[in-house]
Every structure is written in C-alpha cells, then in structure tokens.
C-alpha cells in the first residue's frame, strides 16, 4: 500500500529553468511532509520540508508547495543547477514520527 | 559534528544466516529509525526507537528485530536471510523535545546487504 506516490520516475530540465516535482499522498493524517535528494552511495540528504498548516516554504532557490484538498505537494528549484542533478524523494510523516517516502524522482538537469 | 555512522558499509552473507547491523545517531538525538531501501524504490520504513523504547513497527517479519542502546545507538538484526533482504539498509536519527516532536530525519549512508 503505496501512501505516498512520485508518478514521474524521471525528469530532465535545461540548466537555468525551473524543475517541478510532483508528490500525491494518500493519508490525511499526514501533518508533515518532507524532500529529500539521494545521491548514489549515499543516504538521503534532507533538503526542505512544510507542515501541513502552511501552503508554502521557501529556502532558497527551492520551493515547497501543499495543497492539502489535494493532497498533493511539490517541490520548485529556480533555477536548476547541473549539480541538482539527484533522486528526489517525498516523504510524509504521521502522528508517530514514522515517515513514509515516494518512489524518487531522477531529475537531470542539462548544462 | 559527526552526522549519522552505520557500519558496516558493505556486507555479502549467505542466506539462512544472520545480520547485525549498527547505527550512531547524531550527537543528542534520541529518535533512531531504521529503512530498507530496495532498487528503484523509496525507503520502506521498518522500526523506530525512541528512548531505548520501540515506537513504531513497520510492516516487517518477525525475522527482523531492533534495539536501542542507553547512548542511543541501534542495531537492527534479521535472521534467517533470504536472497530478498537484499538492500541498502538506512539508519536515521532526529531530534526533537519527543518522538512525535516535528523535525526532520538524518540518514547515514547506509549499509549495502547482499544475500547469495
């Protein structure tokens, strides 16, 4: 049972433009909702998160947005460095500190 | 400040064996949770500890056990391999007043198991 879903497993963005990842959820219960870019051999490195109060968080050049009536979430880089060059994965955590994560996203961002 | 250590980084076991697993958290974090990442998928989540105490199981046989230590380290144990527990096995620890506290989770590297 897949409660949070990354439909798009890739993505490939000029250097310069923006890149939009895509996050739906299942779970309302969800109250708090996170980005993360993996690298490979590496763990996932934190990269923004949003409580489910807000609608927007910014740091930087990345960007995350919560629609909650849709349960979907995504995450905006401006502009898209080929060092974003990453598998970006979701992840939702519920009202136990258990975090449940997407399937990633491969973003290639071209020089 | 040291981030999240799991050791062994790489391990090759036969199946029907048995794994141990160790995890250091970050200097202050009590929370220690451990995932299974299989190819092409996201994390799945196993346990979590908090406290030296279990807070949360994932949906995990019971070949799969955990343990939290008073300076908050872990080890994660799966017996009786089988070929599909094959996986990067991620230790992340958060901060946070509690468990349920709102705060973001620190992966370590991870340790690479391959059963054969």
């Known amino acids: 049972d897949q409660q949070v879903k990354q439909n798009s497993p890739s993505l490939s963005v000029q250097e310069g433009r923006i890149s939009i990842l895509n996050c739906d959820y299942t779970?309302?219960?969800?109250?708090?909702f996170l980005w993360y870019k993996k690298y490979p051999a590496e763990g996932p490195t934190f990269l923004i998160s949003?409580?489910?109060?807000?609608d927007k968080n910014e740091d930087g050049r990345f960007t995350v947005f919560l629609n909650k009536s849709a349960k979907h979430l995504s995450l905006h880089i401006v502009p898209s460095q080929p060092g974003d060059s990453a598998v970006y994965f979701c992840a939702a955590r519920n009202t136990g500190n258990q975090f449940y994560f997407g399937t990633g996203t491969s973003l290639t961002v071209i020089p | 400040d040291a981030g999240v250590t799991q050791s062994p980084t790489h391990l090759i076991k036969t199946r029907g064996q048995q794994v141990t697993l160790r995890c250091s958290p970050i200097s202050g974090h009590k929370s220690v949770s451990w995932y299974q990442q299989v190819l092409g998928q996201g994390p799945q989540f196993i346990f979590q500890y908090y406290e030296k105490e279990e807070r949360g199981r994932g949906n995990f046989p019971d070949r799969f056990s955990a343990r939290q230590f008073p300076n908050y380290s872990s080890e994660l144990n799966v017996n009786a391999l089988l070929l599909g527990d094959s996986a990067l096995y991620l230790c992340a620890s958060s901060g946070g007043g509690s468990w349920t506290a709102n705060t973001e989770a620190f992966f370590g590297q991870g340790t690479r198991l391959t059963v054969v």
């Open positions: 779970n309302s219960m969800f109250d708090y």
């Open positions: 949003i409580s489910s109060i807000k």
